[in-house]
Nanobody, 124 residues
Framework: QVQLVESGGGLAQAGGSLRLSCAASGRTASTYAMGWFRQAPGKEREFAAAINWGGNVIDYTDSVKGRFIISRDIARNTVYPQMNSLKPEDTAVYYC?????????????????WGQGTQVTVSS
């Protein structure tokens, strides 16, 4: 069993930055592929960024490429999406997810575990 706890959400102005974190607990949490998804009001939850267990394979959705940077501290079992050049359309609840059986977690259906979500609001 793995538990995921997100933190770091809040309010930012357009062009600003926020750093989220997702702490994973569990005996084998460090071996899980981790993904970040987001859900804006009235929209489906969508993929944002993913990182493999070793932290050396990364993927982003096109809308955040060049602005978001995802990293992983294996020793702390924590994943950090650094969100830069924020836009109002980045406003959403951001969810951390994990999967133990795939290399990169890029689709909702592949997630075995979900965090509770953290709100990010970007004002124009």
């Amino acid at each position: 069993q793995v538990q995921l706890v997100e933190s770091g959400g809040g309010l930012a102005q357009a062009g600003g930055s926020l750093r989220l974190s997702c702490a994973a607990s569990g005996r084998t949490a460090s071996t899980y592929a981790m993904g970040w998804f987001r859900q804006a009001p009235g929209k489906e939850r969508e993929f944002a960024a993913a990182i493999n267990w070793g932290g050396n394979v990364i993927d982003y959705t096109d809308s955040v490429k060049g602005r978001f940077i995802i990293s992983r501290d294996i020793a702390r079992n924590t994943v950090y999406p650094q969100m830069n050049s924020l836009k109002p359309e980045d406003t959403a609840v951001y969810y951390c997810a994990a999967n133990s059986r795939i290399g990169l977690l890029r689709t909702k259906r592949d997630a075995n575990y979900w965090g509770q979500g953290t709100q990010v609001t970007v004002s124009s």
